[in-house]
Nanobody
Framework: QKQVVESGGGLVQPGGSLRLSCKAS????????VGWFRRAPGKQREGVAC???????????TYADSVKGRFTISRDNAKNTVYLQMNSLKPEDTDVYYC????????WGQGTQVTVSS
């Protein structure tokens, strides 16, 4: 019954913004590390952003160099949802984005398509 479900993808112009959502069922996201990954055909899978559990020490955030300063990961515990705010989007950000949570095993979402194009 544990699962994560992504939403919020779509088509935007370069420089635009999107906010992706990862909603968890069957467990509390604040107790676990949650990450966003992206992978398109012919490309290496890339870890985009990660947020640690709420009781982690130090900075709970990790970002890929390619998205630092543009993407922000956050968590709403009341909604049991992790967000990825994506600003200043570039065509090279085009990909399928996946949410991943490590609980008793690794749980992946179904993916949501992000397309950045004019």
């Amino acid at each position: 019954q544990k699962q994560v479900v992504e939403s919020g993808g779509g088509l935007v112009q370069p420089g635009g913004s999107l906010r992706l959502s990862c909603k968890a069922s069957g467990f509390s996201l604040d107790e676990f590390s949650v990450g966003w990954f992206r992978r398109a055909p012919g490309k290496q899978r890339e870890g985009v952003a990660c947020i640690s559990s709420s009781d982690s020490e130090g900075s709970p955030y990790t970002y890929a160099d390619s998205v630092k300063g543009r993407f922000t990961i956050s968590r709403d515990n009341a909604k049991n949802t992790v967000y990825l705010q994506m600003n200043s989007l570039k065509p090279e950000d085009t990909d399928v984005y996946y949410c991943r949570a490590v609980v008793d095993r690794i749980y992946w979402g179904q993916g949501t398509q992000v397309t950045v194009s004019s």
